[in-house]
């Protein structure tokens, strides 16, 4: 069944739009380029959000503190994209004591973004330190679009590494790119992320769907020399 208007989402839960369905990758191709993604307990149905306002990263505005700045110049890492996909979801979906120990991302997510991923639309961003993985980062990526969808660090700053570098590259394959970050949090604000309204970015989705996509998903080495 198509989904409503994302206009007659709720207010309160702010957003909820859809309850049912599947995560096939035509349903979930079709909810991202409509501005709707999926986020559910483990167990319950899979519910659809288009949240109002929408938080999001325009590249140019990632903020980089002086700490991450040395960081990143230092080194100390290697990034690699879309070398183990499914061992960043896995990451991202461990239990994490101080937020409750919970996880919304279960194995049924798992399987549908690995999906997605084998198909080229999922992509993980990848901070690897002595051939263990630090921190890193997934989404979707449609046009000039980057649905992130999570981020994870077992060592100090791993997940800002990775979203500075996709905000780098981001901005250097697309004049007008934009990374959806769904709904606003301290952290993401703290980074340089801001909400507009659903109209905005809706509107603006619909746009960069349709530019070009980068080839690959292989970073430019040289973003951060």
């Not at 989904?3 to 909810?31: E, I, K």
């Not at 288009?50 to 980089?64: A, G, K, Q, T, W």
């Not at 002086?66 to 239990?95: G, I």
Request: a neutral charge; hydrophobic letters at 40%; glycine letters at 8%.
């Amino acid at each position: 069944m198509p989904f409503p208007p994302v206009a007659q989402a709720l207010q309160q839960p702010n957003g909820l739009l859809a309850v049912g369905g599947d995560l096939s990758p035509q349903r979930l191709l079709t909810a991202y380029r409509r501005g709707i993604f999926p986020w559910f307990s483990p167990g319950d149905p899979v519910l659809w959000w288009s949240p109002d306002p929408r938080m999001v990263l325009f590249p140019s505005e990632f903020r980089i503190s002086h700490s991450l700045r040395k960081t990143l110049r230092r080194h100390a890492y290697e990034l690699r994209t879309d070398t183990a996909f499914e061992q960043v979801m896995r990451a991202c979906a461990a239990p994490r004591d101080r937020e409750g120990g919970g996880t919304w991302i279960a194995e049924e997510m798992i399987a549908a973004y690995c999906e997605l991923h084998r198909l080229g639309h999922a992509h993980s961003v990848e901070v690897w330190r002595d051939d263990q993985l630090a921190g890193g980062l997934y989404g979707v990526a449609l046009g000039a679009m980057f649905y992130g969808e999570s981020m994870f660090s077992r060592k100090p700053d791993g997940s800002k590494i990775a979203l500075a570098h996709l905000a780098a590259q981001w901005q250097r394959w697309y004049e007008n790119g934009l990374i959806d970050c769904q709904m606003h949090t301290p952290h993401l604000a703290s980074l340089g992320a801001r909400e507009v309204p659903r109209t905005e970015f809706v509107a603006r989705v619909q746009e960069l769907i349709n530019c070009n996509s980068a080839n690959d998903f292989n970073f430019d080495p040289d973003l951060f020399r």
